[in-house]
């Protein structure tokens, strides 16, 4: 059986180039997915506009089967935001596009699995699409058009930040690590948080304020500041 190392390093070169979120989800797609007994090859990464032109030529102008309605400049890979995967076949030499392989035998098939395990991760799977499914397509938009990527947006802010938020607790219990943390302030549960490489995260701003404290923050200098309702008496 191979090990998760020898899985992850059939992967290693299409992962170059990815946004670092999506990079970051997709390396925690291939750990999760192995952990299921179902082991992945990521097979496209970012493309290039002339190799995304190629693509869209074959089929067209060239031979063999269409494979996407992208040209070069209009598909989510060109911005480093899109991976590609198939099933890796034991040994792995060689990989399976077969949408019913069970090659671990629990009955429902792997590539559901592995599609399950992206959408639970942030991905949005071209099999969902309703005109052109993509079956192994995954794929970040973090709420930007190919219009407004096209334009010189980038992926950045709230919509990244949400998604980095999610991937801390899914890495946390793919490790199997406790990701349960409650905060009980004079015997009442006011927060709940998780525990991520030995560092518990919890809501500040309902902690503060159940001690009494007030909560502030800067937009500009990205800053929280916690003030005591408390006044000094007698220098305490």
């Not at 219990?173 to 406790?178: G, M, P, V």
Request: with cysteine; glycine share 12%.
């Amino acid at each position: 059986m191979l090990t998760l190392a020898q899985v992850k390093s059939r992967s290693g070169s299409r992962l170059t180039g990815l946004h670092p979120t999506v990079l970051t989800a997709t390396e925690l797609l291939i750990e999760r997915c192995y952990a299921e007994g179902v082991p992945i090859l990521i097979t496209q990464g970012l493309r290039t506009v002339a190799e995304q032109n190629a693509l869209y030529a074959q089929g067209r102008t060239k031979p063999g089967a269409i494979v996407t309605n992208a040209r070069g400049g209009y598909s989510y890979h060109n911005y480093g935001l899109a991976v590609d995967f198939a099933l890796l076949l034991p040994g792995g030499s060689s990989a399976s596009w077969d949408m019913k392989r069970d090659g671990d035998g629990d009955g429902t098939s792997d590539w559901q699995e592995v599609a399950r395990q992206a959408k639970e991760l942030g991905f949005e799977w071209g099999g969902d699409w309703s005109s052109f499914k993509d079956y192994p397509h995954l794929q970040m938009s973090f709420g930007l058009t190919i219009s407004e990527l096209r334009g010189g947006a980038k992926p950045v802010g709230a919509a990244v930040e949400a998604v980095q938020r999610l991937l801390q607790k899914k890495e946390a219990t793919a490790l199997n690590k406790d990701i349960s943390a409650t905060v009980n302030v004079n015997g009442v549960r006011i927060a709940d948080g998780f525990i991520d490489k030995g560092v518990t995260y919890v809501p500040v701003r309902a902690v503060a304020e159940a001690l009494g404290m007030t909560v502030g923050y800067d937009q500009t200098s990205r800053t929280v500041t916690i003030a005591s309702a408390v006044k000094e008496v007698n220098g305490q």
